[in-house]
C-alpha cells in the first residue's frame, strides 16, 4: 500500500500532512455544528481530495496552455450568471450547468493567477516586449475583476491585490505601484461621488454600494446596534462566541453561537472554531496556513524558471490572505467580507477549486524537482564524460611522450 502511495501521490509532503489536517479538523468541526451539511461538506472534501490527486499528476505546462481558455469560460459563466436567475444566499453570483451549481469568480480566480503567471514569464523572456505584455496584463485583469465586481466587490478586489503582488514580484515595480494607485483613486472617487452625489449610486455596482455602507457601518460604530441588521448580529455574536471560548474553549458541540449566528458554518465559521476548541484551536488553524505558506515558498525556491515559481506564490497568497481576511472580519479588524475560510468553510465550489489550488500547486513541486534531478543528471553526466575525455586525451599524449 505504501509503494502505490509513493508511485502515485508525489510533490510535497507536508502539503499532503497540511490538507489531512485540514479536513479532520473541519470535518470534525462540521459535525460538531450541523449533521445535515457535515455529510455533503466531508463529501465535497474527499472529492475535492481526489481532484488534488488528478491535477498533481498533471504537468503544470500544460494546465498552463489551457489557463486562457479556462479564463474565456469564466468570463461566460460570469455573464450568464447575470441572467441564469439562480440565487443563493441572497445573491446571483451562481451558475448552473447540468444540475451542479458554483460560482463562476472562483474559477476565474484560478484562471487569471495561472495567466497572470505566464504574461509574467513571457514578458522576462521577452524584453523588447515586457511593456506590451504588462498592460494587455492589465487589461485582462481589469477586464475579469470588473466582471466579478459586479456581484462579488471583495473578491475582485482580493484578485486584484495578488495580481498585483505576482506583478510585483515578477519586477513590474514602477508600472504595479502607479496602476494600483490609479485603481485606489478611482474607487475611492467612486464612493466619494456616490455618498456626495446619491443619484449617482444608483449607476454604480450593487456590490459596490453594499461595500461602502459596511465601511460607514464599521467606521461610526453603529456595527454594534444588531436590530434587525443581519451583519451586525453576525459580528456581534461572533465575538461573543470568541470570548466564550477562552483558551481552551466550551468543547465540541457545546457551542452556542450555531443557534443564532446566521454563518456560523461559512463566513463565520472560525468564531465557532474558537468557541468550541479555544485559542489553542484558532492558533492551529492559523499555524497551518503559515506552513502551508512556508512550504509554497520552499517550492518556489526550488522552481529554476519565472513560470513555476510566480504561479505557486500566487496561489498559495490566494489561499493564505483569503484566511486571514475572514480571520479579521471574524475578529473585527475589517467588515464583513463574505470570503470563506479555505478547507474549513462549508461550500463545494470554494473547496473544490482550492483543491484545485493546492493540487497545481503540487504538480509544480512534483515535475519541477523532477526537472531539476534530470538536469543534475545531465551535468553530472557531461562532467562525467569531459574528465573521462581529459583522462584519455592525457593517456595518449604520455605514449607520444613515449614514444
Known sequence: ?????????????????????FFLFSSIEMFSMTHNNAIRHIVFLLVGFLIMVGVHTIPYKWLRALSFLFLIASW??????KFDNVTLNNTDR?????????????????????????????????????????????GVSVFTC???????????????????????????YKYTLLTAFGVFLLLALLVVTARAFPVVAEYLPDRLTTWTNRVENFTDGSKFDVGENLENLQEVSGKIAIAKGGIFGVFLGN??????????????IYASIIEETGL?????????????????GVIARRCKSTFPTIVVLGLSSMIVLQALINM??????????????????HGGTSIIITCIYLGMIQSVARYSSQANENEEFREYKFETENVESLNTDSNENEFQILD
Open 328 to 345: 479579521f472580519v471574524v475578529v473585527g479588524v475589517i467588515p464583513v467580507t463574505g470570503q470563506p475560510l479555505p478547507f474549513v468553510s
Open 94 to 138: 451562481w451558475v448552473i450547468i447540468f444540475g451542479i451549481q458554483f460560482q463562476p469568480s472562483e474559477l476565474a480566480k484560478l484562471a487569471l493567477i495561472i495567466v497572470a503567471a505566464d504574461f509574467i514569464d513571457r514578458a522576462k523572456k521577452n524584453e523588447i516586449y515586457s511593456d506590451k505584455f504588462f498592460w494587455v496584463l492589465i
Open 255 to 268: 457551542g452556542e453561537a450555531r443557534k443564532v449566528m446566521y454563518g456560523h458554518e461559512t463566513d463565520f
Open 146 to 172: 470588473g466582471l466579478i465586481c459586479i456581484d462579488n466587490f471583495s473578491t475582485a478586489l482580493l484578485l486584484a491585490a495578488i495580481v498585483f503582488f505576482m506583478l510585483i514580484l515578477g519586477g513590474f
Open 280 to 296: 489553542v484551536g484558532g492558533i492551529l488553524i492559523i499555524v497551518l496556513f503559515v506552513v502551508l505558506l512556508f512550504r509554497a
Open 1 to 21: 500500500m505504501a509503494n502505490i502511495l509513493k508511485k502515485f501521490i508525489k510533490g510535497d509532503l507536508t502539503i499532503w500532512i497540511i490538507y489531512i489536517f
Open 76 to 81: 461566460i459563466f460570469l455573464v450568464y450568471a
